[in-house]
């Protein structure tokens, strides 16, 4: 076995191309997408910040002045007029949102510039700002007149955007909130049975109800993390199919039979395959991942148990990519070449996919995630993740058993179906 | 006809189960990714301790009122152990009066859920409130939702020419991205044979023979583009036509754009050939580098979520982006050609670009 070992790990070792392409190209790749998307899984409140800007085209003091003498005229005590127009005051709509506006929580999304309305358009157009707000004139009036007298139609704000976006979305969800909270006051406010003491127990503020729990000892994992991790897994399994589909030119080059004539057992040949496999995904994961620790400090002050825990599952990886090479080095000596080929491409795409080392697990549909925890991949990477945020050992252990089966069950079928001597 | 496309047509068709399983499982996969999208977030939720099921049935009734989350029952143990291992963003806990939101992180989601079912506890609980004052319970949450649905402050959304702004299709854009991203593996899979002829003579031989090299080049590069653009039209065909999509009204725009997009792929996957050696090489490379190319450009989020510079930058010389660019401006906001005129040119140019300095690659290789 050991020479045959030695070939396979040698025929790798020389291609330096190759090599290059397996140690650095998931630096690279871990590097940009690492800097690149810092937001998908650490947290990306800070890409919602906007821009927005406001146009106040209403005139409050001018709207509370018309009521006050729309109120006078109307055939009411003095008492009662005094009361609705204290009322006006105080739930003067723009003066509330703009309250809203200014809160912390909210000034830290959305950045509010008070702009005239040719400006904010051309702004807008200009990209500068994400959309802006219109008060339109008469605001106040046509609002508080619905309001407090039920009379007229109520009053519009528009948001203005060029296109729909998830900003847009969260700023109209947060003004929305606001207004809904104010017409569900002033419903109760209308409602017959309803008095002011009564108004005053409902209208009670509720805000202490809810809250966070936030669950304790887990990690958040960094984007860094989880694209050191998904990346070097996914190189892993393409350094499987690399030393498989070198077997097509040992094929075409009938290194196979020239093998068998000089009386080694054929299983010699698959186990070199194995052994080199396995050795060279644990020295390309290594490297990956420390390099990633000396540069981005992905697993920064890790207890000793976490690392032997990740030495595990790196060697089980490594030993389950082994067995991978060694299937889909039957295939191409079972198999036509461009079928083999075709077969080993869709394995890994597939598994890949699923298994959230291609395309981030969380846009493909919940069956399809639960699907891709079978992938040897998926499994792994979500066993380390669990890992890195819990260091539970029972889970880890399941898993890798998980995995450690699968590989036995892998081997058993390639060396099966692997062609015995006089077969080929 | 050109030779070498016979021939490689007369190859698949003899052997058609290779290249129909290839093409076939794409279509599967576009479609099952495509409609098992939920543009719905599922949140967890189980009730504390003590609590009534009933209770908790009520609230859950409640929550589901609104659209874009989806709340569902289930076990504590398993919503925790979700949300501890990332998979959802967070789980909520239900008491009679009171809700505690389990997360791990915090995120806008998480906000989003949690602004929800503050909203909706505390309307509720007003209404409880407000009930024990009220001489008919049902008179008046009848009364409360009637002035409600006519409410005196209300929002709307607007372009800046006046129009309403046309809502985003994300399920959409996430069908085309599956479709153009996985024709990306169907063409390079067959490019790829032009290294596997080279590698096994044939490409020598063929110099050899009358047949020029600019047939076959072409007849390759025409049958990669032919296998790649029916594999998407099918994609779209089946969507319009079969599931009854909408697409938008310029559906022959699309294809066109599909078209478009599949050559400059061609190209892109030329360039690769024409630097790596050998179809193993190529192999390794090509399905580890294209699936970052969505990634890097956004097309798996909603627009806008990517601000960073040099990621935009990165994203331009995707042919994937501007094709995408060019199918959501087209099925979503009705653009013309006008519009979307820049993306095609710069797939066009990426195209000649990829495809003049690939070929030239692989000729100069072989002096």
Known sequence: ??????????????????????????????????????????????????????????????????????????????????????????????????????????????????????????????????????????????????????????????????????????????????????????????????????????????????????????????????????????????????????????????????????????????????????????????????????????????????????????????????????????????????????????TVLIAGTIGGSFVPVYVLPEWLQIAGEWTPNGLTLVALLEWLQIENMNSLTASMLKLGVFSLVIIAIATWSFPRRGRI | ???????????????????????????????????????????????????????????????????????????????RSEVREGRTDAAVQLMENDYRIIAAIDNPNVQLVERHVHSVFVEELRLRAAEKFADDVGTFRREMAQYQGDPPLVLNLRTSEGDELIEYNMSLQLLFTFSLFLAMFTVGYKINSISMEKVAGIWSRIILSPVSKFEMYTGHLMYSSLVGFLQISAVFVLFNFVFGLDLGFRFGMLILIAGIYTLSIVAMSMLLTGILKTPEQFNMVFPSAIPVMPLLSGAYMPPGTITNKFLLGISEIFPLKHALDALVAVAIYDAGWQEVFLSIAKLCIIGVICMGVGINLMERRRR
């Not at chain 1, 959309?131 to 605001?139: E, K, S, V």
């Not at chain 2, 499982?25 to 301790?49: C, H, R, W």
């Not at chain 2, 209770?55 to 609104?66: C, M, S």
């Open chain 2, 1 to 79: 006809m050109n030779p070498i496309f016979l021939a490689q047509w007369m190859k698949d068709k003899r052997s058609p189960l290779l290249i129909l399983s290839f093409c076939g499982l794409s279509i599967l996969a576009t479609l099952l990714f495509g409609f098992g999208i939920d543009s719905q977030m599922k949140i967890s939720v189980f009730k504390a301790p003590g609590m009534e099921t009933r209770q908790a049935e009520a609230w859950l009734h409640l929550l589901n009122k609104g659209e874009t989350i989806k709340f569902v029952i289930q076990d504590e143990d398993q919503a």
């Open chain 1, 1 to 346: 076995m050991i020479p045959f070992f030695k070939k396979d790990f040698l025929v790798y070792w020389r291609d330096r191309k190759e090599i290059i392409i397996a140690l650095l190209m998931p630096m690279v790749l871990i590097t940009v997408l690492g800097f690149a998307l810092p937001g998908w899984v650490e947290n990306p409140a800070k890409t919602l910040e906007m821009k927005v800007g406001l146009v106040k085209l209403d005139d409050e003091e001018a709207g509370l002045e018309t009521l006050r003498d729309h109120l006078a005229s109307l055939s009411m005590s003095d008492e009662m007029i005094t009361a609705r127009a204290e009322q006006m005051e105080q739930q003067s709509p723009v003066r509330q949102l703009l309250n809203v506006l200014q809160e912390d929580s909210v000034k830290e999304i959305v950045h509010l510039e008070e702009l005239e309305p040719n400006e904010a358009v051309r702004q807008l157009k200009d990209k500068k700002i994400e959309a802006f707000l219109t008060i339109p004139a008469g605001f106040t009036e046509a609002a508080l007149s619905k309001m407090i007298l039920n009379d007229g139609e109520g009053a519009e704000l528009i948001i203005t955007a060029e296109k729909a976006s998830m900003r847009v979305d969260v700023m109209a969800g947060i003004l929305d909130g606001v207004l809904r909270t104010m017409n569900y006051q002033i419903a109760v406010s209308h409602m017959p049975d309803v008095d002011a003491e009564a108004a005053a127990v409902i209208l009670e503020d509720y805000s202490g109800i809810g809250g966070r729990e936030i669950l304790p000892g887990v990690e958040m994992v960094t984007s860094f993390q989880y694209y050191a991790l998904a990346i070097s897994i996914v190189f892993a399994l393409m350094i499987s199919v690399t030393i498989a589909s070198k077997a097509t030119g040992e094929k075409r080059e009938r290194v196979f039979e020239r093998i068998l004539l000089t009386g080694s057992h054929p299983l010699n040949y698959l186990s070199g395959k194995m052994g080199s496999t396995f050795c060279l995904s644990l020295l390309q994961l290594v490297f990956v991942l420390l390099a990633s620790h000396g540069f981005f400090g992905i697993f920064h002050g890790r207890s000793l148990q976490f690392w032997i825990g990740v030495t595990v599952v790196l060697i089980v990886l490594s030993f389950c990519m082994g067995s991978l090479a060694s299937l889909f080095t039957t295939l191409v000596f079972r198999l036509e070449d461009s079928v083999a080929n075709a077969v080993t491409f869709i």
